[in-house]
């Protein structure tokens, strides 16, 4: 076994999967920092992601796996993996080649902005 299938069998083995088997995977420009989307994987597509280099997703509606910019030409080239403290969310950096959302936006996050209240500062410390 090579040492990248290695690394995602070790990697596999520490992700805790929700009830379907699967991950939500944040997906970052490496670059810039930007949030670009938000997708899911089971192990495979996590498999899949580590080991070749682009971004494989599992596709809850179609059932089935995409790899983002086979279609669109907008692929993303993995720069780095991290899982979060309790396993259960994986963040991937990427090297983003176009738009990252279906709808063409840079990044799905930038196509319907909500508008929170914001404080000035932590309630917390204002004491």
Known sequence: MSESKQGAEAALARIRFDAAGLI???IQEDESGD???LGWMDAE???RTLTEGRVTFWSRSRQEYWRKGDT???AQYVRSAALDCDGDTLLVRVHQVGAAC???AHACFDVDPLEPVVLEESPERSS
């Open 24 to 26: 939500p995977a944040i």
């Open 35 to 37: 949030v670009l989307m």
């Open 45 to 47: 597509a996590v498999r």
């Open 72 to 74: 669109s030409g907008h």
């Open 102 to 104: 279906h709808t063409g």
